[in-house]
C-alpha cells in the first residue's frame, strides 16, 4: 500500500449523492411497480441526436484524417484558427461586441473542465462569491483547491428573481461566479443586474467567471447572451461557454473560454500587471493538448447556415417542452420560475412539503422523476427542477400525470 501524502482538501469534499439518491429511489419505485412507466423530467442532458450537418463534418473530418494530406496530428493546444475565427465572428463580432479576439479563445473538451482547470492559475487566497442554488462544480472545485472556508453562498430567491446581486453582501468577494441562464433555476441575469457586477468587480478588484452554456436558449432580446455586452467586462470577466447544451455535444465535447488580451490582473509581490491570458495559455499548453480535429471540425459545423438552423431547431424543440411545462404548471396554481429562456423549470413545493417528499410524492404517485432543488443548495430547499430536455410526447405525459394530481395540494 503505498504511502504518500494526498491533496488534503479532497478529503474535505462531501459526498455528492443527489443523483445517486434519485437512483436509487427511481430504481425501487421500478422494483416495486414493475408495470408503471417512469417518466424522466430530471434530465439534465440532452436528448436530441446531434444535427445532421454536425455529423456530416465528422464524416469530412474522418475522411480527411485517413489521407495523407488531410491527415493531422497534434493541434493548436489553443484550439485550430478555423474554429477560433468562426467562434470571434459569430458569437462576438456579429453580435456587436468588439473587444474579442480570435486569440482570446481557447477551443476546449467542455465547461466542466475550464471552469475547474481556471482555478490553476488562482491563488488560494480568494474569497468566491456564488449562488445558492448553484451548479456544484463551482463549489467543489474550489474546495478542492482548498478554499472549503472561502466560499460565499449568496441566496438566489424569488425575492431577487433568482439571480443575486452584489449588495448587502457578507463580505467583500474577489471571484465571483455568475451562472446565466440558470442551472438549476433557470432564471436569466438582466443587462441592469450584470452591469451591477461588472462595477462591482472594478470597485472591488475581482475576478467574473461568467459561464454562459445555456446562452442558446436565451429569445428575450433584452438578455444579454455574453458579459462582454456590458461596458468595461472586458478588463474584469472571463466567459466560459460550450456547445453541449447549444448543439447536443454532452457526448462529443467542446467548449471554450474567453479569456480576453485586456484582463490583466495585479498580483501579490509583483509590480507589474500580469496578463491572465498569458497565464491560461501556459496552462493549457502545458497541460492539455487540444480537442480533437475531428470535433473541432463539428463545433464548427454549428456556425454554417445548415448548422445554425439545425441547432435553432433543436433548441425550439427543448424550449416547447419548457413553454409547456411552465405554463400547464402555472394553470394547476404552481408556482413556477425559470423556462423562458432556459431549459429548466424552478417550481415553488406546495405548502407542506420539501423538496424530497415532493419528490418522493410525484413518484409514488404519478411515476415521474424531478430533481430536488436542495440537491444544489441550501436555498434550494423547497423547489424542485424540472427539465426540458425529454421528448415532447414525454413531456406531454408529465404533464397530463401532472394534471392528475389533487390541485394545488
Ligand atoms: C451542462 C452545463 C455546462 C456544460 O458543461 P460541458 O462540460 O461543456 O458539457 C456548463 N455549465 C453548466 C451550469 C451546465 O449545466
Redesign the pocket.
Known amino acids: 500500500m503505498p504511502v504518500i501524502t494526498l491533496n488534503p482538501h479532497f478529503l474535505e469534499l462531501k459526498p455528492s449523492y443527489l443523483f445517486t439518491d434519485i437512483a436509487r429511489k427511481v430504481e425501487a419505485f421500478q422494483q416495486s411497480h414493475p408495470d408503471r412507466q417512469v417518466l424522466k423530467l430530471g434530465i439534465?442532458?440532452v436528448t436530441l441526436p446531434l444535427p445532421e450537418p454536425v455529423i456530416q463534418a465528422i464524416h469530412n473530418a474522418v475522411a480527411e484524417m485517413g489521407t495523407a494530406e488531410g491527415f493531422r496530428g497534434y493541434g493548436p493546444e489553443q484550439g485550430y484558427a478555423f474554429l477560433r475565427e468562426k467562434i470571434c465572428q459569430a458569437d462576438y463580432t456579429q453580435r456587436g461586441i468588439g473587444c474579442i479576439q480570435p486569440e482570446d479563445i481557447f477551443v476546449?473538451?467542455?465547461?466542466?473542465?475550464?471552469?475547474g482547470n481556471f482555478l490553476d492559475i488562482l491563488g488560494q487566497h480568494l474569497t468566491v462569491g456564488v449562488a445558492d442554488p448553484v451548479?456544484p462544480?463551482y463549489v467543489d472545485t474550489n474546495i478542492m483547491a482548498g478554499r472549503a472556508q472561502q466560499i460565499v453562498r449568496l441566496p438566489a430567491t424569488a425575492a431577487n428573481g433568482y439571480q443575486p446581486g452584489p449588495d448587502n453582501l457578507p463580505q467583500a468577494l474577489d471571484l465571483i461566479y455568475i451562472?446565466s441562464p440558470?442551472?438549476p433555476t433557470g432564471s436569466v441575469a438582466s443587462r441592469e443586474l450584470l452591469q451591477r457586477w461588472v462595477d462591482y468587480c472594478h470597485d472591488h478588484h475581482a475576478l467574473l467567471i461568467f459561464?454562459s452554456?445555456?446562452e442558446a436558449f436565451i429569445s428575450d432580446p433584452d438578455l444579454p447572451h455574453s458579459i462582454y455586452e456590458l461596458p468595461g467586462s472586458e478588463t474584469c470577466a472571463v466567459e466560459?461557454?460550450?456547445?453541449?447544451?447549444k448543439a447536443g455535444?454532452?457526448g462529443l465535447?467542446?467548449?471554450y473560454t474567453v479569456v480576453p488580451a485586456a484582463l490583466k490582473v495585479t498580483a501579490e509581490g509583483r509590480p507589474d500587471e500580469v496578463s491572465l491570458r498569458q497565464l491560461w495559455n501556459r496552462r493549457q499548453t502545458t497541460k492539455f493538448n487540444g480537442v480533437p480535429y475531428i470535433v473541432q471540425r463539428a463545433a464548427e459545423a454549428v456556425y454554417s447556415p445548415e448548422g445554425e438552423q439545425a441547432c435553432a431547431g433543436n433548441i425550439a424543440y427543448y424550449k416547447r417542452n419548457a413553454a409547456l411545462l411552465k405554463t400547464s404548471l402555472a394553470k394547476m396554481g404552481y408556482q413556477v420560475y425559470g423556462g423562458s429562456n432556459a431549459p429548466y423549470v424552478w417550481l415553488k413545493v406546495p405548502a407542506g412539503f420539501s423538496s424530497w417528499s415532493f419528490f418522493d410524492y410525484l413518484l409514488e404517485q404519478q411515476a415521474l422523476v424531478t430533481t430536488p432543488g436542495s440537491g444544489f443548495g441550501d436555498c434550494g430547499e423547497g423547489y424542485i427542477r424540472l427539465s426540458a430536455f425529454g421528448s415532447y410526447e414525454a413531456t406531454q405525459a408529465a404533464v397530463q400525470r401532472l394534471q392528475q394530481l389533487p390541485r394545488q395540494i
Open positions: 439534465g442532458d476546449s473538451d467542455g465547461a466542466k473542465s475550464d471552469t451548479y462544480v451562472c440558470n442551472n459561464d452554456a445555456y466560459i461557454r460550450s456547445y453541449s447544451k455535444f454532452t465535447r467542446c467548449g
